[in-house]
C-alpha cells in the first residue's frame, strides 16, 4: 500500500518561499506521474503543477506559473514543490498525488479525478 506523507508547510509571509516535499513509501513511485493540488477554505480542490514519470516535463497552472517548480527524486521517491514570491491567495492546504492506474504517461493530468493516491496535505499560510 503507497502512503504519501507531506511536510515542509508552515506560515510565510508574503514575497517568501517554502519548499513541501511528499515522500511515498510501499512502493517505488518512479513509473507514474506526481501532482501537487490545494485547498483553501470553502473551495474547491484545484491543481497546482504536475510532473511526470521522468521528471523533465512539468506542467502548472497559470497562478502559480513562474513563482512555484515542481521537482521529483525518483531514487528518493520525493517529489517536492519550491513554492517563491507567494501571495496570501496561495494560502491553503497542500496536498501531493500519485497516478498508480497508469505508467510512462506522456500526458499531462490537472484533474484531481486522475489521480489514486493522496497524502494527509500540508498547511501553507501566507500573510500580507
Known amino acids: 500500500q503507497v502512503q504519501l506523507v507531506e511536510s515542509g508547510g508552515g506560515l510565510e509571509q508574503a514575497g517568501g518561499s517554502l519548499r513541501l516535499s511528499c515522500v511515498a513509501s510501499?512502493?517505488?513511485?518512479?513509473?507514474?506521474?506526481m501532482g501537487w493540488f490545494r485547498q483553501s477554505a470553502g473551495k474547491e480542490r484545484e491543481f497546482v503543477a504536475t510532473?511526470?514519470?521522468?521528471?523533465?516535463?512539468?506542467y502548472y497552472a497559470d497562478s502559480v506559473k513562474g513563482r512555484f517548480t515542481i521537482s521529483r527524486d525518483n531514487a528518493k521517491n520525493t517529489v517536492y514543490l519550491q513554492m517563491n514570491s507567494l501571495k496570501p491567495e496561495d494560502t491553503a492546504v497542500y496536498y501531493c498525488?500519485?497516478?498508480?492506474?497508469?505508467?510512462?504517461?506522456?500526458?499531462?493530468?490537472?484533474?484531481?479525478?486522475?489521480?489514486?493516491?493522496w497524502g494527509q496535505g500540508t498547511q501553507v499560510t501566507v500573510s500580507s
Open positions: 498525488a500519485v497516478r498508480t492506474r497508469s505508467i510512462f504517461d506522456s500526458d499531462y493530468f490537472t484533474g484531481s479525478s486522475e489521480y489514486d493516491m
Open positions: 510501499g512502493r517505488s513511485l518512479s513509473s507514474h506521474a
Open positions: 510532473m511526470n514519470w521522468s521528471g523533465d516535463r512539468p
